[in-house]
């Protein structure tokens, strides 16, 4: 079945410092989507990004389906980036319809 | 924009029990889906549906029941709940091919 696997599972870091997260994965893809969620809340869409890099402000998304790998850099990151963050994929082929989600990178940004 | 909502937010069960949860959208989207978050394990795909009437199982489906009556509501039943069992089920719904929108989640604990 698809795997999907994410990196770090967890970490920390100073606010101003900028945090890189990776979500690799063994098949191929329609779309990859990368997602927040805040400690008992639910999960807020970051990305849509089936291939190529897209920014939003201190985020930025790069997915580069040629490697299976989808990246999201946090730059200068702040207490309230504290979180999980977790990566989607739609496997093409008979897997349409059907995201299988990693197990999330938990963020703590301390002051 | 358009809203999920999920009822009940909290539910707390017995073993044994029957228990179903709700999920209205307002989006007009054609796909909806049930997942299951246990901690440490990401989410997982329980069932989704493309259309009204339409049931797909997912990977986790054992143990479970669906309904979509309607374009707009998604509900899930456990058929028989577990003792100790503490997940938390998020419904989502999306337009085939883009990004997923989430409920706020229901809290099971079985008692």
């Not at chain 1, 979500?23 to 008992?40: A, D, E, H, K, V």
């Not at chain 1, 990305?47 to 890099?53: E, K, Q, R």
């Not at chain 2, 039943?77 to 069992?85: G, H, L, P």
Request: net charge positive; aromatic share 10%.
């Amino acid at each position: 079945g698809q795997q999907v696997q994410q990196s770090p599972a967890s970490l920390v870091l100073q606010e101003g410092e900028n945090a890189e997260l990776q979500c690799n994965f063994s098949t191929s893809l329609n779309s990859m989507q990368w997602f927040y969620q805040r400690p008992g809340g639910s999960l807020v869409s970051l990305f849509y990004n089936p291939s190529g890099t897209k920014h939003s402000g201190r985020l930025t998304s790069t997915t580069v389906i040629k490697e299976r790998r989808s990246s999201l850099h946090i730059s200068s990151s702040q207490t309230t980036d504290s979180g999980t963050y977790l990566c989607a994929l739609e496997g093409s082929g008979g897997s349409n319809y059907k995201l299988t989600f990693g197990k999330g990178t938990l963020l703590t940004v301390t002051p | 924009g358009g809203i999920i909502t999920q009822t009940p937010k909290f539910l707390i069960g017995q073993e044994g029990q029957k228990l179903t949860l709700k999920c209205q959208q307002n989006f007009n989207h054609d796909t909806m889906y049930w997942y299951r978050q246990d901690s440490g394990k990401g989410l997982r795909l329980i069932y989704y549906s493309i259309t009204e009437n339409d049931l797909q199982k997912g990977d986790l489906s054992e143990g479970y029941d669906a309904s979509r009556e309607k374009k707009s509501s998604f509900s899930l039943t456990v058929t028989s709940a577990q003792k100790n069992e503490m997940a938390v089920f998020l419904c989502a719904s999306s337009i085939k091919g883009n990004t997923l929108y989430f409920g706020a989640g229901t809290r099971l604990s079985v008692l």
